[in-house]
């Protein structure tokens, strides 16, 4: 059947979304997945609101097409508004998660060769929906303060570019924080050379230290950033409910197209946080979520410096799931984790050869500490920076 199958389907069966899943060995300790911590989902209180949801008379299993979501999308424009992004509600659009949100914006835009700027490294499942529709990838590489928009510049002078792909706020992988001259910046470009930018923003309101920079999206001038927000890393991930804001022109466009894929969201699940976010204080539940998440932040920051060869660097993020970790030049991290540290270190974490267009990079990994205990995060960095160490002597000594 391998011949009737669409051109996509061999450039996304190599993504690599599979290395996230947990292994299937007990002595596994994990840090691939960018999981929200179980323990933290506001469980009582999502169960007491989808029973209210389905009591409500509105018929919530019934098809809704669209006029379901009034209330839940006029509630995320006034939280949207009290972070400095002002937008309407007949301009928020409910999504399938995030996720779906980054293939509707690449199925308006992107024809196949069509320029897409990432940032590199950058999030899994991007590349993994960007792939399917054949872009022509151009890399810019991340700095201390986001992504390089020297390089930025120079590719969209070089070249035809319609999207520019960011993760501003803790970025999945790195952990960075896109200051706020290079966000004016970023827009300054866009408008100068025509392009759209996708804000991706999933973990903005997950800051532990430090000010909260401008949106992208409060600072755009000509309506062209589209970003993207989620309750999955805030609420619970199997809500698969995220949003999408844009400008009048294209969200009428990525309507139509929704609705030829799915035709709506979950009504159900629509009402459940549309009662959620009524009967109880969401700020109360961020508050516990950042206080919980700097604490496995600093522990693993803590483990990283006590176990890791001092050959290895790693980001010390303000906010977010993510630290970035970099070896040497010429040290193939996909290639260590498959011979030494998954067979006889137990410990994973993802390869930077997923993370960035072409897998040509290779001494880089994402570590997630999000999901994982205390006890697990101090026993599996030590795991991985004996592996590491052993894995280093090795090649260069």
Not at 202 to 227: F, H, M, N
Not at 331 to 348: G, I, S, Y
Request: charged share 20%; with cysteine.
């Amino acid at each position: 059947m391998e011949e009737e199958f669409a051109s996509r389907v061999a450039l996304t069966s190599h993504s690599g979304l599979n290395a996230i899943y947990p292994s299937q060995d007990p002595e596994m300790i994990s840090f691939t997945g960018g999981f929200p911590d179980a323990s933290l989902f506001p469980s009582a209180q999502l169960a007491a609101s989808f029973q209210k949801a389905m009591q409500n008379q509105q018929a919530p299993l019934q098809y809704q097409v669209g006029e379901e979501s009034q209330e839940l999308r006029s509630l995320i424009a006034n939280l949207l508004a009290a972070d400095g992004t002002k937008t309407m509600a007949k301009q928020i659009m409910m999504t399938q998660g995030a996720q779906q949100g980054l293939d509707l914006v690449a199925k308006l835009l992107i024809n196949k060769g069509d320029g897409l700027i990432v940032e590199g490294p950058t999030y899994i499942g991007a590349l993994a929906a960007f792939d399917a529709y054949e872009p022509t990838y151009y890399t810019a590489d991340m700095a201390d303060d986001g992504m390089d928009l020297t390089a930025v510049k120079r590719i969209l002078i070089q070249h035809q570019v319609k999207l520019i792909y960011t993760i501003p706020d803790f970025q999945n992988p790195t952990g960075v924080v896109m200051s706020v001259e290079k966000r004016r910046q970023l827009i300054a470009l866009a408008n100068k050379y025509d392009v759209v930018i996708l804000e991706d923003a999933p973990y903005r309101w997950l800051r532990y230290e430090g000010s909260a920079q401008p949106s992208l999206k409060s600072l755009d001038t000509q309506g062209r950033v589209i970003q993207l927000g989620s309750f999955s890393k805030i609420l619970a991930p199997a809500l698969r409910l995220g949003w999408l804001t844009a400008s009048t022109e294209m969200f009428g466009r990525l309507q139509e197209l929704k609705a030829g894929t799915d035709l709506e969201s979950s009504n159900l699940m629509i009402q459940t946080v549309t009662e959620y976010l009524g009967s109880y204080s969401l700020q109360d539940h961020l508050q516990q979520l950042r206080h919980n998440y700097r604490r496995k932040r600093d522990m693993m920051v803590a483990a990283l410096q006590t176990y890791l060869p001092r050959e290895a660097c790693f980001t010390v993020p303000q906010g977010g799931f993510f630290s970035w970790l970099t070896m040497p030049k010429g040290f193939d991290l996909e290639n260590v984790q498959n011979t030494q540290l998954k067979p006889n270190f137990h410990v994973m974490v993802i390869p930077s050869t997923h993370l960035f267009p072409g897998k040509g990079r290779r001494n880089g990994a994402r570590i997630s500490f999000s999901s994982v205990s205390a006890t697990q995060i101090d026993l599996g960095i030590k795991r991985l920076g004996n592996g590491l160490s052993s894995s280093y002597q090795k090649k260069y000594i």
